[in-house]
């Protein structure tokens, strides 16, 4: 389960907002790899990831026109940071996912308890106010 902690503020309310919807947005996928009610998971998989690419685009949007508002300079590697974040998205087999369900959500929890550790307590602080690059 991904429980947010102040160690994951920025500092700018509506990032931060933001960041914790994409928590939310990964306790879901945690909670139905943990749901043996469902059979088949893989149409709620594929919601999930509809929901969290959606999300990210927005939130990617917001984060990015920040950047610029405040002139951070590392702001074209911060991007391609989160375009590769959405490609992985974009290139998923959803084959793969039918016939490996739980396989699947666990590694999508993974790659995005590694996008938090490594994205959103690094990368993202960097811009944080008294903290720009």
Sequence with gaps: MFKWKNEYETGVEKIDEQHRKLFEIANNAYELLNNDLYIDKYDRIIQIIEELKEYTVFHFTTEEEYMVSIGYKKILS????????????????????????????????????????????????????????
């Design 78 to 133: 911060h991007k391609v940071e989160h375009d590769d974040f959405i490609k992985k998205f974009d290139d998923i087999d959803f084959n793969r996912i039918d016939y490996g369900q739980n396989e699947y959500i666990m590694e999508m929890l993974e790659f995005i308890y590694k996008w938090i550790d490594e994205h959103i307590l690094i990368k993202d602080k960097e811009h944080s106010p008294g903290k720009i690059a």
